[in-house]
């Protein structure tokens, strides 16, 4: 079965600061790809996805994520952090018939100003 | 466009009681999910519906676990007899359709079981 790595549970970064937050996934083939944000006291919402063309994939409020098929990875990535980006970043992949999404554990994301 | 409502939004109860939580997608979304948040993990799908019909329930404990969705809109989970372990966030989300759909999330439920 599909399964999903997220290798920074916590990570504490000041303002200005580049952010780069790993994700693998176990299977390979054709895949999609998801990050999920859950702000504080916020809704799980989309920050990006991929389902195919170019493996790099630009979502909102300036974050992006590259799609590396060789590599079985999808890291998110931010060149320049605000304190607002506080939050827990979630990594996802579809599984089975039905593509019921297979979370990571999360990324909780602290920036100071 | 309203989005993804759940009630309640907090439940506290003893072991081996019973809860009961609602869900309502957003309007013509056809495809509904539950999913299980403990803390410190991501959320683990509990349940996939299709309409009215159940397409994925692999990872609901059937003991204990239930869950309807009535004429492919509304949707509640029970949980009877509740377990310490069952202490979690419950969300539901929902998507126009089961593949290269966004799924939308509501806002949770958190459940503390003592």
């Known amino acids: 079965a599909q399964s999903v790595s997220q290798h920074n549970h916590h990570v504490i970064l000041s303002e200005a600061a580049s952010l780069e937050l790993g994700c693998n996934y176990s299977?390979?083939?054709?895949?999609?790809l998801f990050w999920y944000v859950q702000y504080p006291g916020q809704h799980l919402q989309l920050l990006l996805k991929y389902f195919s063309g170019d493996p790099l994939v630009k979502g909102i409020k300036g974050f992006e994520a590259e799609f590396i098929k060789s590599k079985f990875s999808f890291n998110l990535r931010k060149p320049s952090v605000q304190w607002s980006d506080t939050a827990e970043y979630f990594c996802a992949v579809p599984s089975g018939g039905y593509n019921k999404l297979i979370f990571g554990a999360g990324t909780r994301l602290a920036v100071h100003p | 466009e309203a989005g993804v409502a759940q009630s309640p939004r907090y439940k506290i109860i003893e072991k081996r009681q019973s809860v009961a939580f609602w869900c309502n997608p957003i309007s013509g979304h056809a495809t509904l999910y539950w999913y299980q948040q403990i803390l410190g993990q991501g959320p683990k799908l509990l349940i996939q519906?299709?309409?009215?019909?159940?397409?994925?329930d692999s990872q609901l404990p059937k003991d204990r676990f239930s869950a309807e969705r009535l004429k492919g809109v509304d949707s509640t989970l029970k949980i009877q007899p509740a377990k310490l372990e069952d202490s979690a966030v419950y969300l539901c989300?929902?998507?126009?359709?089961?593949?290269?759909?966004?799924?939308?999330f509501g806002p949770g439920t958190r459940l503390t079981v003592l």
């Open positions: 519906f299709q309409n009215n019909g159940v397409v994925d």
């Open positions: 299977y390979g083939g054709t895949v999609n």
């Open positions: 989300a929902s998507s126009l359709g089961p593949t290269g759909f966004e799924q939308f």
